[in-house]
C-alpha cells in the first residue's frame, strides 16, 4: 500500500530532498503542497504531513492546530522540520498534539527513521480497533496461525451480538457503541483471568469478538460470560423495555416488529491437537456452531467438540 506523505513548504525546497531520501522506498509518496492548499489536501486524509516551518509563509501553530482539528485527519501524524528551535516555540508546537519536531540542520539518516517508523507505528495502530483497543484482524489471524504450529490444544470463542441491529435503529449508533464497549470489558474480564492465562481477545468488527483459550474445556467460561452480560447488559435499555422484554422497530413499509432485548451468543471450536490444518477450516466451524447458538432465544452457547 502506498504511503502518500504530504510536504508542505512554499519554495518546494523539501520535496527533491525527501524523494532522494527514500528513492529505494517505492512503498512512500511524496506530494508538494502550498500552504494556500491546505484545505483541499486535507481531504485526501494523507499517511503523514511534515511542516518545512522556514518555507512557510503562514503561522506554523495555526497551521498545526487547524491540521488537528480537521475532522478527517485528528490521528493523522504531522512532523514539523525547524531552524527555530528555541524551547518556547517548540512546545507552542506540539501542545497542538504535533507528534516530532525536528531541528535543522537536519541529519537525513534520523529524518528518514523517523519518518519509517511513524509509518510503522501508525499502521500498527490501525489494526487495533478504535472502539474497543483490542486486537484486530491481523493479530487475530497471527495468533491462531501460531497456536496451530505449535500443535497446542486450544478453544476459540465466536461471540456475536443477537438483535444489535434492532437496538442501533432505537437507541441510536452511540449507546450501540456503549454496548459494544461493555461486550468488550465482559469478555475481556472473564477471559484475563489467573485460571486462563495465555488467553486472546479480539475484535472482529462491529459487534463480533473472538476468544483463544488453553485448553478443551470452556462451558464454565461461558457460562460466565453470558451471565455477567445478561445481569448488566439492562442498564443500557430504558424501564419501558425492560418491563414488556422487548423493542419496537418500524420495518422499511412502516409496520412495527418486535424484537427481543439485546443479548449474546457464542459459538466455540475446540481444537484438539491435529483436528485443523489452518485457520480457515477453524472459521468455518466456528461459523457453524455461533449459527447453532444464535437459533436459541436468549444468551447461549453451543460447542463443537468433534473430533479428526
Known sequence: MVQEIYIIDDDDSSILIFRELFK????????????????????????????????????????????????????????????????????????????????????EQYLYFTVKNLNRLLASNRRVSPLTGLPGNVQIHA???????????????????DNFKAYNDVYGFLKGDHIIEFTAETIIN????????????????????????????????????????????????TKQDLEKGYIEVANRKGIIEQFPLTSLSIGVVVVDEGRFNNILEIGEVGAQVKHAAKSVMGSSYAIDKRKI
Open 190 to 237: 472473564s477471559v484475563h483471568s489467573d485460571e486462563l492465562a495465555n488467553s486472546f481477545v479480539g475484535h472482529i468488527g462491529g459487534d463480533d469478538f473472538i476468544a483463544i483459550v488453553p485448553g478443551t474445556n470452556c462451558e464454565e467460561l461461558c457460562q460466565n460470560i453470558l451471565s455477567y452480560f445478561d445481569s448488566n447488559v439492562t442498564r443500557f435499555f
Open 24 to 107: 529505494n522506498d517505492p512503498e512512500y509518496k511524496f506530494i508538494s503542497v502550498k500552504t494556500e492548499q491546505i484545505d483541499i489536501a486535507l481531504k485526501n486524509i494523507p499517511s503523514l504531513i511534515v511542516i518545512n516551518e522556514d518555507a512557510i509563509d503562514r503561522d506554523v501553530v495555526d497551521l498545526c492546530r487547524k491540521i488537528r482539528k480537521d475532522e478527517d485527519n485528528t490521528i493523522t501524524p504531522v512532523i514539523v522540520v525547524s531552524s527555530k528551535s528555541h524551547k518556547e516555540h517548540r512546545i507552542k508546537i506540539l501542545q497542538e498534539s504535533v507528534e516530532y519536531f525536528i531541528k535543522k540542520p537536519v541529519d
Open 143 to 161: 495468533e491462531l496461525k501460531k497456536r496451530i504450529s505449535r500443535e497446542e490444544a486450544f478453544s476459540v470463542l465466536y461471540l456475536d451480538l
